[in-house]
């Protein structure tokens, strides 16, 4: 009985410093996680990913009790082995142009991301001399009260 009690015990030790060992690494990368931006456009879809949104719709017509996605996905890789390039032709091209359309997008986003950034540089370089020049203004006679009379 002795044995039973030490290795109960052993267990919930190890239990207990998993716990705390998992919620200290989580806090850990949660802390490095970037954060998305909501405006940043979504990367394009591979050539597969077309035939995908096509075979979909096809495959849940003529299954219509089927609810499981892996099927789809299995079915849809199969097919998509078995086509020739001329048959992928087509799926290859509308990802090539959502792909230009993409890079097109990404270039004015981040034309707008550097704006941004050397705007709030700027911002941040203008109040730096008004913080300067105050401190200049008030140094001047020594008092710190305003001059009026001037």
Known sequence: ????KSTTKRTDTKLAVNKKAGAVT???????????????????ASAF???????????????????AVSAVGK????????M?????QPYVAKAENRKAEYEKNMKA???????????????????????VNDEDDGDEDGSGEEDDDE
């Open 84 to 88: 020739s390039e001329a048959d992928k």
């Open 1 to 4: 009985m002795k044995g039973a």
């Open 109 to 131: 986003y981040n034309k707008r991301q550097a704006e941004g950034a050397n705007a709030a540089d700027e911002e941040g370089s203008e109040k730096s001399m008004s913080e």
């Open 49 to 67: 990913f077309v035939f995908m949104e096509e075979f979909r719709k096809q495959f849940n017509k003529e299954n219509p009790n089927n609810k």
């Open 26 to 44: 989580k806090g850990r990368k949660a802390s490095k996680k970037a954060v998305k931006d909501p405006n940043k456009p979504k990367r394009p």
């Open 75 to 82: 079915a849809a890789g199969a097919k998509w082995k078995s």
